[in-house]
């Protein structure tokens, strides 16, 4: 009967101080000569300590444990990725959208800025009118050709020629370059336009 409680006192503090931990009073009274089963018994469960054999339940509690952190840990890792791809895309997205919107601006804000800056074909031909017809189908001082509905590319080159003093066809030639020496290369290309159109 005092063997047993021994005995019991021994596996109790075994399991306890689980593999590898002090166990003094354990040990104190397992090699006490009163206990050598006890001691045998301390030493096989040693030997299976050294195997990793022993406190089964609370090593595989722990593993577990362990398993089941690194599951979660595994489970958030992949939900901090899809979150980040996620907020990737979406950026993504909205830097797309705002370079689109970047590019529209700047589209419309060229187009304004041509707008207001683009010499008025129509304005310059006011000029011109008098002598080649509102409609410029008016032969100018009865020599002129029609002009109206010539190719612009034409009607540019022919402008610019007189300005530079180099076209002379009816012999009103130096009256032209009075008329249109004036006139910025824009200018000259937006009546070209405008008579071309009429
Ligand atoms: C005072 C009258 C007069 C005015 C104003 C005038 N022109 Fe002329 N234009 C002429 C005459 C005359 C000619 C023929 C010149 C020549 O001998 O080549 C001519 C010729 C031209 C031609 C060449 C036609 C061709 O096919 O040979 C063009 C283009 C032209 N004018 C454009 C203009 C424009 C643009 C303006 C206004 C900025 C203008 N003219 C203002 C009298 C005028």
Redesign the pocket.
């Known amino acids: 009967m005092k063997k047993l409680t021994v005995l019991s006192i021994i596996a109790a503090s075994l399991i306890l101080t689980g593999c590898g931990e002090s166990s003094t009073g354990a040990e104190a009274k397992a090699s006490s000569e009163k206990a050598p089963v006890a001691q045998e018994a301390k030493a096989e469960k040693t030997m299976k300590c050294g195997e990793g054999k022993c406190g089964g339940n609370k090593k595989s509690a722990a593993t577990e444990a362990k398993e089941a952190a690194a599951v979660a840990v595994s489970k958030a890792t992949e939900a901090v990725k899809e979150k980040v791809e996620e907020v990737k895309a979406k950026a993504s997205d909205a830097i797309d959208s705002a370079k689109t919107a970047v590019a529209s601006a700047t589209t419309a804000a060229k187009e304004a800025v041509a707008k207001v800056t683009a010499p008025d074909g129509k304005a ?2 006011a ?6 017809g509102a409609d410029g189908k008016t032969k ?2 009865g ?5 109206a509905g ?1 190719a612009e590319a ?2 540019e080159k ?2 610019t020629e ?1 300005k530079a003093g180099t ?7 130096a ?2 370059k ?3 020496g004036g ?1 910025s290369d824009a200018e ?1 290309k937006a ?2 336009t405008y ?1 071309s159109g009429l």
Do not use: P
């Open positions: 310059i031909f000029k011109c009118a008098g002598c080649h100018a001082l020599k002129s050709e029609i002009i010539q034409d009607l022919k402008i007189y076209r002379n066809t009816k012999g009103m030639g009256l032209m009075g008329q249109v006139l000259v009546v070209a008579i």
